[in-house]
């Protein structure tokens, strides 16, 4: 005769079976609890021991050192940062220090660094004034990257060429593709050292509208057309025409001279007959 099989233990008592895995994700969860626990202690830890040291005499700022300063002034900077002797150098905010300093018109970049324990070093960058920009509201000093920074005051410097026909409305998004971008770069090739055409002769770039850009010279203010685009070559090839005029002894006899006649063709207008 068969005995009765018996009925597994937890069908008997009523006991579920165990889902596997179960235990190892209880423990995860466990650590990662107290892994967390962990990591908020230290913060706060760390957070005490931070507004603790940024109340400390040790690191208050007693030297600040201020570099690339020429159109601005020490004390204008120092000023402008917000630091002073009661500053703690653990405790400032160097991005709002950056900020507070580039607000002023002639600084271009500044870079803050902390010197442990009690120094800070301040490095200006100023805008290097190329060309001055005549606007409505006046003369304005203009950088190599088209940006007009600071308006001209008597009696600062005035010796840059001038470049005219600009508004402020109407000012191009991208300098470079621009007739203000090639005024600019023509200015860049004069200032190279040509005895011909350096950039001191240079009196006035007209920006006339989206054609052309035309330029007086400072010795006889004829105008000449130098159309747009290939500055360069219309630069080298101006010079020649000039050293020719000159030693011919026509220069005080011209009237005009058009860069852009036709391709590959120069065209000097006189006053007189030559």
């Known amino acids: 005769m068969a005995l ?8 008997r008592y009523g006991l579920k079976k165990k889902a596997p895995g179960l235990g190892l994700r209880k423990k995860l969860v466990i650590l990662g609890v107290g892994f967390l626990l962990v990591c908020a202690a230290l913060t706060a830890v760390g957070f005490l021991v931070y507004k603790g040291l940024s109340r400390s005499d040790f690191y208050q700022i007693t030297a600040t050192n201020i570099e690339g300063c020429r159109r601005t002034t020490k004390n204008q900077i ?10 703690n150098l ?16 002639w600084v271009e970049s500044a ?21 001055i920009v005549r606007l409505e509201e006046g003369l304005f000093y203009l950088d190599q990257h088209g940006v007009n920074f600071a308006q001209v005051l008597p009696p600062e410097d005035m010796d840059y060429p001038v470049i005219a026909g600009m508004k402020r409305d109407g000012w191009p998004v991208s300098v470079k593709d621009s007739l203000l ?15 011909i055409l350096p950039k001191q002769n240079i009196s006035e770039l007209l ?5 052309e850009l035309i330029l007086f010279l400072a010795d006889r203010p004829f105008p000449i ?35 852009d006649y036709a391709r590959n063709k120069i065209l000097v207008g006189f006053a007189g007959p030559v």
């Open 4 to 11: 009765p099989r018996k009925k597994p233990a937890q069908q």
């Open 78 to 87: 120092l000023e402008l940062s917000g630091i002073d002797v009661h500053s």
């Open 90 to 105: 653990l405790a400032i905010d160097l991005e709002e220090v950056k900020e507070n300093i580039e607000v002023h018109e």
């Open 111 to 131: 870079e803050i660094r902390r010197e442990w324990p009690n120094t800070l070093t301040i490095s200006v960058r100023e805008r290097v004034p190329v060309a």
């Open 181 to 195: 971008g090639e005024a600019l770069q023509f200015i860049k090739y004069a200032g190279q050292g040509s005895s």
């Open 207 to 211: 920006v006339d509208g989206e054609r």
């Open 225 to 259: 057309h130098l159309g747009r685009g290939n500055m360069n070559s219309k630069y080298h090839w101006l010079a020649r025409v000039l050293y020719r005029l000159y030693k011919s002894k026509e220069f005080a006899k011209t009237a005009y001279i058009k860069m």
